[in-house]
């Protein structure tokens, strides 16, 4: 008997191939494509109540795009020819045509559209700061320091396409990344239409969390106070998202529950099973149902501004949390069955390995600190600058 | 339209920001990618030889025959004429090439009969089988059996 | 000038005469004989099992691992022992792939049998599909392959086989798996697992051979491959497959 094994697995089936840095890739994937999606909101849907979150949404998915590749690198068995999957993409590969998605979202949609918006603050930066760092702001300018009223003005009608672009870019990226799981037909946990569907709006709701986080935690690291508006805004569509989302879910939970093909009994098993807590306790109960509970209630009483503030903050969290067991429950379940429906393997998560909680825990701590980072370079909230951004 | 033209002139500068990159991946590519890629289908077609090339290790049985034709004549007619040579003599391509370099060590006749005969259930039931120990009753196989032509 | 017919005749002679020695040349310096190398082009390569010869005995496994330096623990090939009792899910097992054989049956009432497994050399390979960068592929010859020097290890392919057959190399850190021994059968030689089989349970084939044993096979068998809902467009076949195999 092979330990940690149930049943029958074929042979090369013992260690799981995708392990917990394969788990954190989607999940940071997705938290740019979410917070991305929150910015158009200002942007393309005219909500105006979140614009003083629509700086801080674009540095935050820049920061967390700047960090995606960085965990499939660790993963890779040769990461020095990962650059082959450029020179030689295989285009019946999602994988490979992922790259390219990646590589345009970076750079026409995002740094593109993070430089339109900060141009005026980059050209006053690069004029009034010295030493190292108007060399890197006078570098941001690209050598062009027009910024009157209608070069602005074409900025903006730009920036406008750059989004209108930019929000089915988003829908690409992460929708693509569910593809690579969704298009496996040899695992049936993976393979489902709803696969692009479901990473995306779970990718919108855990990237408005992170951006309804970090909207609180830089607001009061810099003892600026909050617009109410604002954070019931972000509250607000991070529920309806959330309500789409887990009834996305359950549609294919059910789906597969009354349909009950030849893999449902294992499926069904493993997640009774070794799934049970981290599927159903966190993602389900803790992650899903009491952070929706909680937004739910908001939207039925009207709480005073610092119970508002503290239940926000829960549900974000938890939804934060919540997301991340989903995308666990999706690519490691996925390899705890046998592909011969008679079996079970367990995952070990190293610890010091290159592909261990020490790793994870860095790179998961790693967009914090770029966006940080970034913060202070382009600053989202300019106090008192006269380079107030052009509101349509 | 020159007013324009001025006040979104600045727009230019990301674009060939963007074409000079382009530029630089197309130049990589064109160094590094392997010039026989593509040849017959997406991938590099020298690895085809290069897999090709893999030493060989089993010499297969018509090899054998040709030095050992006493034994095949043997062999060829038995029970054990579809068992290749080295099916029990193990992988012997360095013997056929330097016959006295590589004297093969014989058979480990205890364990290796049984590993086919022993009876089993799962086992095809045409197939001769036994239960070893109380057949063999202590004695090596090949004390009763010739192996190359094993029919008593 | 006037030619008469005497010229004709002379410089025609020497004509032919030249002609005919220049033939000769060149049959003997230049054109090379009709060649005798391995044409990718006349193959299809797959293989046929015979579910009720096969023994168990393990032979095909180890030869495999000797043949083309396996890492231990990971298996190019194995053999299933299926113990299927009436109505529940059935008894399957392979010890170290079988390596060394299997330990006697504990059940003598059960309808067990074994099941040699291999890469299936799929016609319309998903692991191929999903590659993202090339390094696999199935060949002109029909055998699906992986160029070492490419792979990334990203196992995407891995993920995609439905059949089990694929495994990282815990040393090359790519991606590896059964090659239908390409550097045996480019050879005229068979595979290692074919010519260890001491009951001819697996045979090796060649679709693009009309004297080929394979066809009779198919046309005289009950044959079936595994997992065909899958449309991978596997190449071996299996006779006498029962319905309880995965």
């Known amino acids: 008997m092979i330990p940690g094994v149930n049943g029958y697995i074929y042979p090369n089936e013992l260690e799981l191939q995708w392990g917990l840095l394969i788990v954190l890739y989607p999940y940071i994937t997705g938290l740019v494509a979410g917070a991305f999606i929150l910015a158009s ?106 910024v009157s009223p209608e ?30 799981f969704g298009s496996i037909k040899a695992n049936p946990w993976w393979s489902t239409p709803l696969m692009p569907i479901v990473f995306l709006f779970s990718a919108m709701v855990s990237g408005i969390a992170a951006v309804l986080v970090l909207y609180m935690a830089f607001m009061q690291v810099k003892k600026i106070s909050i617009d109410m508006s604002c954070l019931d805004t972000i509250a607000k569509y991070l529920f309806y998202t959330f ?84 995308r666990w429950n999706v690519v490691i379940g ?15 998560v190293g610890f010091a390995a290159r592909e261990g909680l020490l790793s994870a825990i860095g790179l998961m701590a790693l967009p914090f600190i770029i966006v940080v980072v970034l913060v202070k370079l382009l600053p989202p909230w300019p106090e008192g600058k006269a380079s107030e951004n052009v509101v349509g | 339209m020159s007013q324009l033209f001025r006040n979104a002139a600045h727009l230019i500068r990301p674009a060939v920001v963007l074409v000079a990159g382009l530029a630089v991946f197309l130049i990589i590519r064109a160094v590094i990618v392997p010039k026989d890629f593509g040849e017959y289908g997406h991938y590099r077609a020298g690895a085809l030889e290069m897999i090709r090339a893999r030493p060989i290790g089993y010499a297969g049985h018509e090899q054998c025959i040709l030095c050992h034709d ?3 004549k043997v ?56 239960d070893t120990v109380a057949h063999s009753q202590g004695m090596l196989c090949n004390s009763c059996h010739q192996p190359h032509n094993p029919q008593l | 000038m006037d030619l008469s017919r005497r010229d004709i005749f002379k410089i025609g002679g020497k004509l032919l005469l030249l002609a005919s020695a220049g033939a000769t040349l060149d049959e003997i310096l230049g054109a090379a004989p009709p060649s005798e190398a391995y044409r990718m082009a006349d193959h299809w390569w797959g293989m046929i099992i015979d579910i009720d010869k096969c023994i168990g005995c393990g032979s095909c496994v180890r030869a495999c691992a000797q043949e083309n330096q396996v890492p231990a623990g990971f298996f190019r090939t194995w053999v299933e022992r299926y113990q299927v009792e009436e109505g529940k899910q059935p008894l399957v097992d392979s010890p170290n792939g079988s390596m060394d054989g299997f330990p006697p049956s504990k059940r003598t009432d059960l309808k067990s049998f074994f099941v040699p497994k291999l890469c299936n050399q799929c016609a319309s390979s998903p692991c191929v599909q999903v590659c993202p960068v090339g390094a696999t592929f199935v060949s002109p010859d029909g055998v699906v392959l992986v160029d070492e020097t490419y792979c990334i290890g990203c196992r ?31 050879k005229g030689l068979t595979t290692a697992c074919c010519e260890n089989c001491p009951t001819g349970a697996r045979q090796l084939v060649d679709f693009k051979n009309p004297k080929d044993p394979v066809h009779e096979f198919l046309r005289n068998n009950k044959v079936e491959v595994l997992k065909p809902y899958m449309a991978t467009g596997a190449k071996v076949y299996y006779k006498d497959l029962d319905g309880a195999v995965r």
């Open chain 1, 41 to 146: 909101l200002e942007r393309v849907f005219k909500v105006e109540a979140v614009r003083p979150t629509y700086r801080l949404a674009l540095l935050t998915a820049l920061a967390f795009l700047l960090v995606a590749p960085l965990p499939l690198q660790l993963h890779l068995g040769h990461p020095e020819r990962s650059i082959e999957m450029y020179l030689t993409p295989h285009r019946s590969s999602a994988m490979a045509m992922f790259g390219f998605v990646y590589l345009w979202y970076l750079m026409v949609v995002l740094l593109l559209e993070i430089w339109l918006e900060y141009r005026a603050d980059i050209v006053q930066l690069a004029q009034t700061t010295t030493g190292w760092r108007r060399l890197v702001y006078k570098l941001l300018t690209l050598g062009s320091e027009n």
């Open chain 1, 151 to 180: 070069a602005r003005r074409i900025d903006d009608k730009v920036s406008y396409i750059v989004t209108v672009i930019g929000v089915p870019s988003a829908f690409l990226l992460h929708g693509y990344v569910g593809f690579i």
């Open chain 1, 243 to 326: 309500v789409i989302d887990f009834s996305l879910e359950m549609l294919d939970l059910l789906h597969r529950t009354y349909e009950a093909d030849e893999s449902f009994r294992t499926l069904d098993f493993m997640v009774h099973t070794r799934l049970w807590g981290s599927q159903v306790i966190l993602q389900i109960c803790v992650g899903t149902l009491l952070p929706l509970a909680l937004l739910a209630s908001n939207q039925l009483w009207r709480f005073s501004e610092s119970s508002r503030k503290a239940m926000y903050l829960a549900a974000s969290l938890l939804t934060m949390m919540g997301i991340f067991a989903m």
């Open chain 1, 334 to 348: 996925g390899q705890l069955f046998s592909k011969s429906f008679l079996g079970y393997t367990t995952y070990k």
């Open chain 2, 70 to 72: 006493q034994e095949a």
């Open chain 2, 75 to 130: 062999h060829g007619g038995g029970m054990h004429a579809q068992v290749a040579c080295e099916a029990c003599h193990g992988p012997l391509a360095k013997h056929a090439d330097d016959p006295s370099a590589n004297v093969p060590k014989l058979p480990d006749v205890a364990n290796l009969c049984r590993s086919c005969h022993e009876k089993d259930a799962a086992k095809p039931k045409g197939f001769h089988q036994v």
């Open chain 3, 156 to 186: 995407y392919c891995v993920q995609a086989c439905p059949y089990g057959c694929r495994y990282l190399h815990p040393q090359k850190h790519t991606v590896d798996k059964c090659t239908l021994c390409y550097h045996r059968i480019t």
